[in-house]
């Protein structure tokens, strides 16, 4: 029989597939002896059975009456009692950290009757009724659907008419009529009554928490964050405990270092006088944690310990709420915390040297996406000209550019049209994932570094800077005003910033300028790119220099054990000499792409348009004996720039009607010269390019006339390349140099195309030898981009020193895509619907496309052990792939230069999986 309800005292660390984070880490806590209010929690079982059905259990209800009782015994007070009233929050809690994104609500079992109760008990009539207020504000959004600005409007107006400038400031009475005037909204909104029975109260809140997994903004979240949907959430009902009890109470999030950039020590937020969603939605500016000492310094101290407690049990940065009743410190979470790229490289290499995690479980608390983050671009310090229009809080770094937004559908919208935005808001809420998603970067004129916008902006990698109070943000406006002290050259002046408007954040600062500023290269990029002794000398001095080098330090240690570590070879796709030496100084082991066709554009495209105007022969081979220099040239300066390392090279690939005109502009110029009457050469020429277009149109060009088959239909294309690379080579072995060029035919679907590609490059390689008196053996290889490649490897492979498999045209043709239509036709809607949960072109599907790579490796390499196999799609340096294509037993990825280092820390990380040494951070 399932249970769907389980006590705090009965769980574990360990059942979060079952508690969900918060109901494991609560459990955890419990058995550690730390202060933990009372409670229980709903399993995720009963979130996938009301997914499923759309009712709760049957037995739930019973399960919960037995808690609560329990509950009750335990407290010695009842729910909702009209004396000693026990109240409860319900707050969701899935397997993965959703912040935000889900359902909370406060003060469940609070009515008309126990307020007073509670006024008595507690001995504080403004607290009650502020408890109250907050219930029947919450309850009413949360569980009833009513518009969250309607109560905040009505806050507003209170205060102004107090003439007060915070919650806290409101008296009993105040808060009394603004109790009232909310259950009045209730009853105007719904056409009901606020809920007076504590137990409607809990029952509709436990729904409201299971109906919001399936939120628009919950599973917009989920698809970002890669987070199966039908895992479901847990809800926990916890015994409540208050924060808004008076000055010597107070709730805060605590870090056991610092998220934003891994420094030791104790971070975080302290809101004296207020409950914990007033901290997390960013509603009030808060205090520093260090501030608590001064206010209160034995809670501090008791929250200083058993923050060391949990880093050390949990081995990892820990993130942690509390609250603060009357002196008392209470522990209502803790999660290991979500960190920006900085601070998880850093954190990860001190927790190895302090011993406390191994090297192997270091570079596993890492990512290959986070690495790419810190080689963005950052501002540069010594710009001249920018206008500092205030210095607020950095939340989450990087260097964000951006025209300012107020709202998240303008940010959806603009940036869909390709405009950089920066989202400008006085605090966010979890409806504006989407824009915070679209934006480069999120502003904030409230809320500190635990607020919504720090803690999401941190997980997603977002530039962020909250607590910016010198704006007075007007969203109705859609503009900012700020008043700016004199700087060096300009006198004080005041600053309206209005919507449309470009300004610059800095989320390792918290400055924020107008208009644009300059960048540099990041410090992890002139790590990678000039050595550690280059990026250290450049730190800077401060604390910001002490941040920038332990980071590049950190950087250098894992980066370096992920080389010692890894099987996966990784090389770059590049086209060019400059390309292949940034791809060589990121750490390349060679070229795994040349794309031979990108060179043939710019001025040489005349020579190709003569290949196919050619008449005859001759022509043909005049106009192919022209490029043949050209190409030697360029192969020279790539097999020069990777001296000792492998180039594959392949054969020329899209049809040639690319390197010719446009038929629909190209009969439009015709027609207007007959038109005109015109003659002459250019008149001529256009018409003979007419009729080669005409004549080379294809329905479908990228299933037609292209790779392997142009090769194989128009006499000499391939040979042309094939000598140009071979003379390439014999050059520079002739002048002492160690080329490895290899020779790759793309889009084979049948080993005879290969076995008749490879008697032509033995004949040259032959020819060329004997010329230049050396002997020449290129590798010849196959690219596998058809299904029937995959199926029929084992065959192909007789023909084939290697394999390397282009995962952008085999998912094409495995699902029937073509990308470039596809992409912006029905995309979203399939997202939408369930039908992808990511792009196939983004991230390679396992199970079909994955599945065709599976086959060609196991039965291609029985029939030929020697062959190796590699991935030269942009594929090969997606990191969340990196593990597959280990699995199943490539020897390399190739991508772009710029994804180079992320791959080789990716390849190591593969490789401790599948060792099974380690153990990865759980800060998603």
Known sequence: MVTYVQDFAQGSMEQKDLLGGKGANLAEMTRLGLPVPPGFTITTEACRYYLRNGKVPTDLRVEVTQAVRRLE????????????????????????????????????????????????????????????????????????????????????????????????????????????????????????????????????????????????????????????????????????????????????????????????????????????????AGIRNTLPLSALEEINADAYAELRSVMRRLENHYRDLCDIEFTIEQGTLWMLQTRVGKRTAPAAFRIAAELEREHVITLDEALLRVSGEQLSQLMFPQFDPRAVDTVLLTRAMSASPGAAVGHCVFDSETATEWAARGEKVILVRRETNPDDLAGMIAAEGILTARGGKTSHAAVVARGMGRTCVVGADALDVDPVAREFRVRVRAQEGREASEYVVAEGDLIAIDGGTGDVYLGDVPVIPSPVTTYLTDGLDAALAAAGEGDAGDDTRALVHAVDLLLHHADETRRLGVEANADTGDDA????????????????????????????????????????????????????????????????????????????????????????????????????????????????????????????????????????????QIRAICEAQADLLAAGKDPRAQIMVPLVASVMELHLVRDVAEQIMAEVGAERGIELALEVGAMLELPRAALTADRIAEASDFFSFGTNDLTQTTWGFSRDDVEGAFFSQYAANGVLTVSPFESIDTRGVGRLVRIAVEEARAAKPSLTFGVCGEHGGDPELIRFFDAVGLDYVSCSPFRVPVARLEAGRAAIEAAGSGKASDSR
């Open 73 to 280: 015994a335990a407290m010695d007070r009842r729910l909702g009692d009209f004396h000693e009233p026990l109240l409860v929050s319900v707050r969701s809690g899935a397997k993965f950290s959703m912040p935000g994104m889900m359902e909370t609500v406060l003060n469940i079992g609070l009515n008309d009757a126990s307020v007073q109760g509670l006024a008595e008990l507690a001995g504080d009539e403004r607290f009650a009724w502020d408890s109250y207020r907050r219930l029947v504000q919450m309850f009413g959004k949360t569980v009833l659907g009513i518009d969250g600005d309607v109560f905040a409007a009505e806050l507003d107006a209170a205060k102004r008419a107090a003439g007060v400038a915070s919650d806290s400031e409101l008296g009993a009475d105040a808060m009394r009529a603004l109790t009232t005037r909310f259950k009045e909204i209730v009853k105007e909104q719904t056409g009901r009554d606020f809920p007076q029975h504590p137990r409607e109260q809990l029952d509709l809140a436990i729904v409201a928490v299971l109906e919001s997994w399936n939120t628009e903004r919950a599973m917009l979240y989920r698809r970002r964050e890669r987070i199966p949907h039908d895992i479901g959430t847990a809800v926990n009902i916890c015994t409540m405990v208050f924060g808004n009890l008076g000055e010597n109470s107070g709730t805060g999030v605590a870090f056991t270092r610092d998220p934003a950039t891994g420094r030791p020590g104790d971070y975080g937020d302290y809101l004296p006088n207020a409950q914990g969603e007033d901290v997390v």
């Open 581 to 720: 030496r940034r791809a060589r100084s990121l750490g390349a082991e060679g070229i795994g792409l040349t794309r031979t066709e990108h060179m043939f554009l710019g001025e040489r495209r005349v020579l190709v348009e003569r290949v196919i105007l050619a008449g005859d022969d001759d022509a043909r081979d005049a106009a192919l004996a022209e490029l043949l220099p050209l190409q030697r040239a360029d192969f020279v300066e790539l097999l020069e720039a990777m001296d000792g390392l492998p180039v594959t090279i392949r054969l020329i690939d899209p049809p040639l009607h690319e390197f010719l005109p446009d038929l629909t502009d190209l009969s439009v110029r015709v027609a207007l010269a007959q038109e005109r009457g015109e003659s002459g050469p250019e008149v001529d020429r256009d018409h003979e390019l007419l009729a080669a277009v005409r004549r080379m149109h294809e329905a479908n060009p990228m299933l037609g006339l292209r790779g392997v088959r142009l090769g194989l239909v128009v006499p000499g294309l391939f040979a042309l």
